[in-house]
């Protein structure tokens, strides 16, 4: 069922557990996610940045997913990811989507207020929920934690204004974890006890953007299937389970999707050289990716919460 981000997340924050929201493209994205959540009874966010709509096509892409999140037996939101502006928020939301972030944290706090405060305003009117972000995401070596992190990290204080300034539903902060299969040399920093103190002062939902777990075997595949990818590293399980139980309820996942779609797609042409048929290089990838789903979501602890 297609139902608002708010509502699932809410019930994640209350629950202490994390939903995930995975990044689509296409067909075999989406219905790998979706499938895999009714599977395991678990709710699920399905979020298109605007590089997707870009790619797909604002109509092509929401509809597909829309049809799908109706169709399912579990809660499913639609969500656009880093909108980067009011009218890309409403253009999303007159398509059909039910979850929509402002992203304006790269602007000062006034602004990021300000910017955040007038899609929250006219979302809300159209029963649609908002996330914003505080911070600046970016990976953090363990030696600089203290005062250097401060810097970009989401402050405690500056999160409970900007919360009761703006009415946001949920917020992504910056507490270690960043973009893309690269998140620092060895196993990135999370820091927990920022988390904490925001999960203590803060009742809504937080977001942790950049949470893929890049699982070493998959990194192994691609090589092995003739792909090239330097040191890459992902956030590891544990980390995400503790994040989950003080306050983080959506945790954001595209580059483990990417991996998987892209190991699948090598292995089946590297093994056949021969085949030709759509149908046989896609599907093992929407396999594979829903390999990685299952585990997302048994870590986050959605399993059976529908
Ligand atoms: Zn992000």
Redesign the pocket.
């Known amino acids: 069922m297609l139902v608002t981000g708010g509502e699932i997340l809410t019930k994640a924050r209350a629950g202490k557990y994390g939903v995930a929201a995975f990044n689509t493209n296409d067909l075999e994205i989406t219905q790998a996610i979706i499938h895999t959540a009714e599977k395991l009874s678990s709710p699920v966010i399905v979020q298109l940045?605007e590089g997707a709509i870009k790619y797909a096509g604002l109509s092509d892409l929401t509809n597909l997913v829309a049809d799908l999140a109706r169709r399912a037996s579990v809660p499913v939101a639609i969500h656009l990811?880093?909108g980067s502006s009011f009218e890309s928020c409403m253009k999303a939301i007159r398509a059909g989507f039910t979850s929509v972030?402002i992203?304006a944290s790269h602007h000062n706090f006034a602004d990021n207020v300000r910017d955040t405060k007038k899609v929250v305003e006219a979302a809300h009117f159209m029963g649609v929920t908002v996330e914003a972000?505080l911070g600046r995401?970016g990976g953090i070596e363990e030696h600089i934690v203290v005062d250097e992190a401060d810097a970009f990290l989401t402050d405690p204080q500056e999160a409970v204004q900007f919360v009761e300034q703006t009415g946001v539903d949920y917020l992504?902060i910056a507490i270690g974890t960043s973009?893309g299969a690269f998140k620092g040399k060895g196993r990135p920093y999370i820091d927990h006890a920022r988390i904490e103190t925001i999960g203590g002062l803060l009742s809504i939902p937080l977001v942790a953007?950049?949470s893929s777990g890049v699982p070493a075997y998959i990194v192994e595949r691609l090589r092995a299937a003739g792909g090239e990818i330097g040191e890459a590293a992902g956030i590891a399980d544990d980390d995400l389970t503790r994040a989950c139980q003080h306050g983080i309820a959506k945790v954001?996942v595209?580059t483990d999707l990417r991996l998987a779609f892209t190991v699948g797609i090598r292995e089946v042409l590297q093994k056949n050289p021969k085949e030709f048929d759509p149908r046989k290089i896609l599907g093992p990838a929407r396999d594979l990716m829903a390999e990685l789903i299952t585990h997302k979501l048994t870590v986050l602890g959605s399993v059976g919460k529908a």
Do not use: I
């Open positions: 940045s990811d880093h972030m992203d972000e995401l992504a973009h953007h950049g954001n595209d």
